[in-house]
């Protein structure tokens, strides 16, 4: 154990037992604010989002790996499904849960840094209110289970430092191997934190078998995507290529992606996480902790350099949000209300944070309708502060809202073109699409369809499904010349497209007949890994 472990008071049972509760508190209120809001956007209209269809789609294909994910989305989506079923509040509870423990570990970040009751709860309310950790929790996705990893592996070294066992590097290696098979960037959270404790006094946490067994633990656990990885030719590797080769994301400057954190996290939060980590830096009571401080400044340095999107780096700030209700604890000592601990002993700074959070609500998660929404985002100004992480254009919603339009519209075409073919051309058929959300959206939402192929990410792993191209329902973007370099007869026969839907999802639908050359055997050319 490090010298400085003498240092640092151990905390009671009391102590732990009132975090606890206190935590399980805000861990209720957040997810039923989730349960709510999602069964009220079912109400509204509004539909799945893009990526759902093809995490659904994936969990029918579990897999060790996929092109531009990890494989625990998919078994997150087969777990969601089998328990609450396919409803649009259903396949996201298991996400509303991943945020609800972002809440809890917070609250316990707080603690085992030595904060009372009134750093906890300021800190927890900086979690209930940001607006990406509304957003990434209220659907189906990787992101929302990203802090629990990270901070399950802070939280074992914090109680390691404070006298605990080192057996919890197995907690660590546990957590940081199931991590990285939720979402690769948690290979960047973990180098910015080998750097951060080999630069500070707690280098000496590393130099013990518990460590060791605690890394060989996360090596085992994410060796099966490597061999997945290895197999498949590092599909992501490529994806992640292809990315920055053709400028899909949004490259923003070092003054943009600060300001990107800032409306990310809520405005007035900066408050909050600014003098955290400023606590970790520089404060004398918090200099067991130095090493936290630097882990954000090489993690944000890191992803800055590599132009990650802006939301790479939320998954870190509940450390933050914790030392910055300590700091603000500390500062305020003297207050009544601190000195008798009492969970809310800011009353008025926690007030304007619930408040904002309220207004600041729809930017995050739809709960109104689209009409409602920009009535309401240009009478606030807040439509302003709408962005998108990808340089498509996404027409008079944000991408984030667009992409849950047009797929039920789709499918209704799709399956109505269907059925007025013939029962020999409809065994001959196939269904073709650009990309997994149009392939997705059909094979979730349709029945009694042939499986939809594309040529996009992990759609291009599963194969053409025998598909030749001798009579295709094409959903992939092109003219009518184009489409007639291709197949003999091409016949228009629908239009994709909703007043609300990405633009690029207006296209036509087409009814081909006679491929020049079989899918099959033009397999390879339809790879698209971006």
Request: charged share 15%; aromatic share 12%; glycine share 8%.
């Amino acid at each position: 154990m490090s010298t400085a472990n003498t240092t640092v008071v151990r905390p009671t049972d009391t102590e732990l037992k009132s975090a606890l509760r206190l935590a399980l508190f805000f861990t209720a209120i957040k997810l039923a604010l989730h349960l709510a809001t999602n069964l009220w956007q079912a109400h509204l209209g509004w539909g799945y989002f893009r990526d759902e269809f093809y995490y659904l789609i994936c969990a029918r294909h579990l897999a060790w790996g996929y092109v531009d994910q990890g494989p625990i989305v998919a078994i997150q989506a087969k777990l969601t499904t089998a328990l609450f079923g396919t409803s649009l509040a259903g396949v996201r509870m298991l996400s509303a849960l991943g945020g609800a423990t972002r809440a809890f570990l917070t609250g316990l970040l707080a603690w085992s840094l030595g904060g009372r009751r009134p750093a906890q709860t300021l800190a927890m309310i900086c979690v209930l209110v940001a607006p990406l950790y509304l957003g990434i929790d209220s659907f189906l996705s990787m992101n929302s289970w990203e802090s629990f990893f990270w901070m399950i592996c802070l939280l074992a070294l914090i109680l390691i430092v404070r006298g605990g066992s080192n057996k919890l590097w197995l907690l660590f290696g546990l957590s940081a191997g199931i991590g990285l098979l939720n979402k690769p960037s948690m290979t960047f959270f973990l180098v910015a934190l080998l750097i951060a404790l080999i630069v500070t006094p707690q280098r000496k946490l590393l130099f013990n078998r518990w460590a060791a067994a605690g890394v060989a633990l996360l090596i085992l656990i994410a060796l099966p995507n490597l061999i997945w990885q290895v197999h498949n030719h590092w599909p992501t590797l490529e994806f992640l290529h292809n990315g920055r080769v053709e400028n899909k994301n949004i490259k923003l400057s070092p003054l943009a992606f600060i300001g990107a954190q800032i409306l990310n996290l809520h405005p007035v939060t900066v408050l909050v996480w600014i003098p955290g980590l400023i606590w970790l830096l520089h404060n004398p009571q918090a200099k067991t902790w130095r090493w936290l401080g630097w882990m954000y400044l090489f993690f944000f340095a890191i992803m800055m350099t590599l132009h990650a999107k802006d939301y790479y780096v939320v998954p870190i700030y509940p450390i933050l949000f914790a030392a910055g209700g300590i700091a603000w604890e500390r500062r305020l000592a003297h207050r009544t209300l601190v000195q008798h601990n009492r969970a809310y002993a800011f009353p008025i700074a926690e007030t304007i944070l619930l408040v904002t959070g309220a207004i600041v609500l729809p930017m995050a998660i739809p709960v109104m309708t689209p009409q409602t929404w920009l009535r309401y985002t240009r009478a606030t100004g807040l439509y302003k502060t709408s962005t998108n992480s990808e340089n498509e254009s996404s027409g008079i919603l944000p991408q984030f809202y667009a992409d849950r339009f047009g797929w039920q519209e789709e499918v209704d075409q799709v399956t109505k073109i269907y059925n007025a073919l013939s029962p020999e051309d409809q065994k001959k058929v196939a269904i073709v699409c650009s990309n997994y959300g149009e392939a997705s959206a059909i094979n979730f939402l349709a029945h009694g369809l042939p499986f939809a192929i594309s040529g996009h990410n992990n759609y291009w792993l599963w194969g053409p499904h025998g598909a030749t191209g001798e009579i295709v329902i094409d959903i992939t973007g092109f003219s009518p010349e184009e489409m007639r370099q291709t197949y003999d007869s091409v016949q228009i026969v629908g239009r994709m497209g909703t007043t609300y839907s990405m633009p690029y999802e207006h296209r036509n639908i087409y009814l081909v007949r006679g491929r020049h050359k079989s899918i099959l055997a033009e397999w390879p050319e339809f790879k698209n890994y971006i």
